[in-house]
């Protein structure tokens, strides 16, 4: 218990925290995935719902299989920032595209009734740019690795109970205030994610694992000392032996 209250498992725990709970269970796709046919009929999209289904699965399997390989080649954190700042432009269009749809006079909506379906087909291309993938790599690499089961079942609880609340509150929210402010709500919770990462997300990209848990360790007198008798005993170790 000593050991989960100390700051090396606090910052990562949270940071994760933030990344699954708000970026994933609150960011959009739970509706996407529950209640993706209640989202076509509400947003007004002018194809059977069924149809616009089949179509999001096989672009979001279709990308997947290209975009996987492609994420390992780049910064980890570079590619999770892009792809936040993708997935908030989208829902950022879509809650707009809602709340001023009305006051869109009828011979523009002709070419405007297709937003909706952009910005879906963007939130899933930004989901499948890392921001769905990365935060779990990001499980294995920072947390400390004597609490790493620990803090993944944690973890795992805790975004559970978010995906309950968030999949429980989207027909709450739609049939009260519309989805352009659940797709507002969305789009805040995404954004504050991406800021929280831009300041606390590490690069981690090359870097081992004993290396990463360095970053987070506490820097302790102990830690120190046996850091110096290490290399001190090393140093002896290199020295040649004295002839007799």
Known sequence: ARRMASSSFLKPFFLLLIMMCLGLEWGGF????????????????????????????????????????????????????????VVAMALLLQSSY???????????????????????????????????????????????????????????????????????????IISSFGPGFLFGVYCCSITFVIATAAFFMPETKGMSLEDIEDMYAEKSSELKEEKNDSKKFEIIEKKPKESI
Request: proline fraction near 7%; glycine fraction near 6%; hydrophobic fraction near 50%.
């Open 30 to 85: 739970p509706a996407l995935s529950y209640y993706l046919h209640t989202v076509i009929e509400e947003v007004e999209i002018p194809l059977d719902p069924y149809l616009v289904a089949i179509f999001l699965s096989a672009y979001r399997a279709i990308l997947v299989l290209f975009l996987s390989p492609v994420i390992n080649k780049y910064p980890r954190r570079r590619m999770y920032l892009s792809s936040g700042v």
């Open 98 to 172: 809602n709340f001023l749809a009305h006051y869109i006079p009828q011979t523009i909506q002709l070419y405007t009734r297709w937003t909706p379906l952009l910005a879906i087909v963007m939130q899933y291309t930004g989901f499948s740019m890392g921001w769905g993938v990365l935060g779990y790599n990001l499980l294995g690499e920072i947390m400390p690795s004597d609490l790493r089961s620990q803090g993944s079942a944690l973890l795992g609880i805790i975004q559970n109970l978010a995906l309950f609340s968030s999949v429980k509150m989207i027909p709450v």
